[in-house]
Each structure stands twice: as C-alpha cells, then as structure tokens.
C-alpha cells in the first residue's frame, strides 16, 4: 500500500527556473514530511521538512509548501541551478524525526543550461 | 563530520550464497534503519532498530533475511541463501530519537548472479 504519492517522475528545467515536485499522503496521523536529495552513487541526504503546524518552511533556494486540508506538500526550487540535478524523494513519518519513513517514488531532476 | 558506513560498498556473487552487508551507524545514535533501493520499488523500509533491539522487521522476508545489532557500533543484515531478486542497493540510515533527522551510508550495491 503506496502511503506517499510523488509527482512527477520526472522534470527538466532550465537554469534560473523554478522546479516544482509534490506529494500527496494518506494518513492523517504522520506528522513529519522530510524532502530528501540523492545524487548517483550516494545515500539520501535531508533537504528540508517541515511539520503540520506551519504552511510553508523556506531554507535558502528550496522551499516546503504545507497544505494539512489537501494532505499535500510541495518542495520548491528557486533558481535552479545544474548542481541540484538530483533525484529527489519525499517522505512522512509519524512521530518525528528518527521514527519510520515512508518514502514516495521519486522525482529524477535535471537542469539544463 | 560524522557518517554512517557501510561495508562493502559493492558485492557481486552467485545465486544461493549468503552474503552479509554491515553498517557501523553514527556514534551516539540509537535508532538504525535498513532500506532497500530498486527502480520498481523505490525506497522500502525492511527492518529497524532501536536502543539494538529490533522494532519492526515487518518489510524483510523472514525466510532469508535476517537484521541484528551485536553492539551499538555495528548492524549486520543477512540474505542466506541469495536470489537473483535480491539485486537492489542497500542503505543503512541511523538517528537519534527526538530532533535529529536519519542520516543514510553510502549503500551497498549487491548483484546477486
């Protein structure tokens, strides 16, 4: 059972433009949504995440948009650069941090010049 | 910089062996986590751990696989005997209960032939 849906698969964006990804979740009760970067080769690596309680989280470029009514969260990316070509993952858990994630599918990203 | 490492970062061998991955999580931390990584399946959790005991194990096939924790420095997972489904990446992740996110090794990447 696919508790956290991620979209797109994947994304081409040019330099200096705005990627999007979203995810969807099922259960109400998770309570952490971290997104996660993978380049080729490596393990995930934290990005960003937020909690429930606030409706957006900003941290440099990248940006977490928190909708609790749709149970949706977005990661954006602001000026989008060719290094954050990257696959990108989100999550959720249920009582913070170091609890159990269940990951979505991925986005692969790739910045063009 | 403290990681989480995992040996061996690679491992090819034939069908029916048993192999071993390790995984020596960040000092301090108490919670360990094993994750399984194909392109059908994404990132699937199979089993986690904390303060060494096991707390859920539910995603691991019990018949080959087997996760444990000898001391607070090393998880070992098992495959015994190997399939050619097997073939996957394999990450370690480790936290600390609380505040502090789940960091991830590098992977094992096993080819089993």
């Known amino acids: 059972q696919q508790q956290v849906k991620q979209s797109p698969q994947s994304l081409i964006v040019q330099k200096g433009g705005i990627s999007i990804i979203n995810c969807a979740y099922e259960?109400?009760?998770?309570?952490?949504f971290p997104w996660y970067q993978q380049f080729p080769g490596k393990g995930p690596a934290l990005l960003i995440a937020?909690?429930?309680?606030?409706s957006e989280k900003k941290e440099g470029r990248f940006t977490i948009s928190f909708n609790k009514s749709a149970k949706q969260f977005s990661l954006h990316i602001m000026d989008s650069q060719p290094g954050d070509s990257a696959t990108y993952f989100c999550?959720?858990?249920?009582?913070?941090?170091?609890?159990?994630?269940?990951f979505g599918t991925g986005t692969r990203l790739q910045v063009t010049l | 910089d403290a990681r989480v490492t995992q040996t061996p970062r690679h491992k090819v061998t034939e069908m029916g062996q048993e192999v071993t991955m390790r995984c020596q999580p960040i000092?301090?931390?108490?919670?360990v986590f094993w994750y399984r990584q194909t392109m059908m399946q994404g990132l699937e959790l199979l089993a986690y751990?904390?303060?060494?005991?096991?707390?859920?194990d539910s995603g691991m096939p019990k018949d080959r696989f087997s996760a444990e924790m000898p001391d607070a420095t090393l998880a070992t997972l098992k495959i015994q005997p190997s399939e050619p489904r097997d073939s996957a990446v394999y990450f370690c992740?480790?936290?600390?209960?609380?505040?502090?996110?789940?960091?991830f090794g590098d992977g094992t990447r096993l080819s089993i032939l």
């Open positions: 259960n109400t009760a998770f309570d952490y």
């Open positions: 992740a480790s936290g600390l209960r609380g505040n502090q996110p789940q960091h």
């Open positions: 937020i909690r429930p309680d606030v």
């Open positions: 000092l301090g931390h108490n919670t």
């Open positions: 751990f904390r303060n060494r005991a096991p707390l859920d």
């Open positions: 999550a959720a858990s249920l009582t913070g941090t170091a609890s159990k994630l269940t």
